[in-house]
C-alpha cells in the first residue's frame, strides 16, 4: 500500500498526559499536512511542511502541540499534557509540490489517528 | 477568515431519488474540491473545479462551480445507497494560502434503499 499511514490508529489517554502521532506521507510527496477534525465538523488545518519545513501553523495549534518532519519523509504531531477539548480525530495528508493550476495537484490523506482524553 | 457554509447539513432520501448539496462562501477561491468520508476514515477526493462557471461530472455526480468562484454545488442523480457518506467541500486558498484548504462542516447523505 503506498498510501498515507498514520499510527496510531485510535488512542486513549489520560488528562495531562502526552500523545505522539507519527505519519508517513506517500514517498515522493514533499508536501505534508496536518488536520484536526471533531465530530460534526470538517477538518481544520493545524500545520504545513515542506520537505522539513514547516512552513505554516494555525493558531489552532497551541504552545502544546509541536510538528516535526525531520528528515523530509515522516511527521510526528505531539500533544503535551492532554486535555479533554483535543479529543479529535488527527488527519494527516500529502501531496507533490502544487504548481498551478491546483487541479493537477491531489492531495492524498490518511486514514486519521482518532484520539480521546478521559 | 474563509469560511464555507454547506446545507443541507443532513439529508435522507430514497434510493432513485436526485439531490444537491451546496457550498456557499463569501470569498473567493482559486479552486474548490469535493471529498467523500466514510466513517473512521480520512477524505478521498471526488474531484477539483478551477474554473469560475466550470461543470465536471463523475458518473452521476455533477459538480459546478460559481462564477464568482465563491459557492459550488453537488449534485447526484438517481441516487444509490453506496452513495452515502460525509460530502465535504473544501476551498483551496490564493496567493500564499494556496496550500490550505478551508473545509466546510460537511453534509451527511443517507440513501435509504
Known amino acids: 500500500d503506498t498510501g498515507v499511514s498514520q499510527d496510531p490508529r485510535h488512542k486513549i489517554t489520560k488528562r495531562g498526559q502526552n500523545v505522539t502521532f507519527r505519519c508517513d506521507p506517500i514517498?515522493?510527496?514533499?508536501?505534508l499536512y496536518w488536520y484536526r477534525q471533531t465530530l460534526g465538523q470538517g477538518p481544520e488545518f493545524l500545520t504545513y511542511f515542506q520537505n522539513e519545513a514547516q512552513l505554516e501553523k494555525s493558531r489552532l495549534l497551541s504552545d502544546r502541540f509541536s510538528a516535526e518532519r525531520p528528515k523530509g519523509s515522516f511527521s510526528t504531531l505531539e500533544i503535551q499534557r492532554t486535555e479533554q477539548g483535543d479529543s479529535a480525530m488527527y488527519l494527516c495528508?500529502?501531496?507533490?509540490?502544487?504548481?498551478?493550476?491546483?487541479?493537477?495537484?491531489?492531495?492524498?490523506f490518511g486514514e486519521g489517528s482518532w484520539l480521546t482524553v478521559v | 477568515t474563509q469560511l464555507l457554509e454547506q446545507s443541507p447539513q443532513f439529508l435522507s432520501i430514497q434510493e432513485g431519488e436526485n439531490l444537491t448539496v451546496y457550498c456557499n462562501s463569501s470569498s473567493v477561491f482559486s479552486s474548490l474540491q469535493w471529498y467523500r468520508q466514510e466513517p473512521g476514515e480520512g477524505p478521498v477526493l471526488l474531484v477539483t473545479v478551477v474554473t469560475g462557471g466550470e461543470v465536471k461530472k463523475l458518473k452521476r455526480l455533477t459538480f459546478q462551480f460559481g462564477d464568482a468562484r465563491k459557492d459550488s454545488s453537488l449534485h447526484i442523480t438517481a441516487a444509490q445507497t453506496g452513495d452515502t457518506g460525509l460530502y465535504l467541500c473544501?476551498?483551496?486558498?490564493?496567493?500564499?494560502?494556496?496550500?490550505?484548504?478551508?473545509f466546510g462542516k460537511g453534509t451527511k447523505l443517507s440513501v435509504i434503499p
Open positions: 514517498s515522493e510527496h514533499n508536501r
Open positions: 473544501a476551498g483551496v486558498g490564493t496567493g500564499a494560502g494556496s496550500y490550505q484548504l478551508t
Open positions: 495528508a500529502s501531496s507533490s509540490h502544487a504548481g498551478f493550476p491546483f487541479s493537477g495537484n491531489t492531495i492524498y
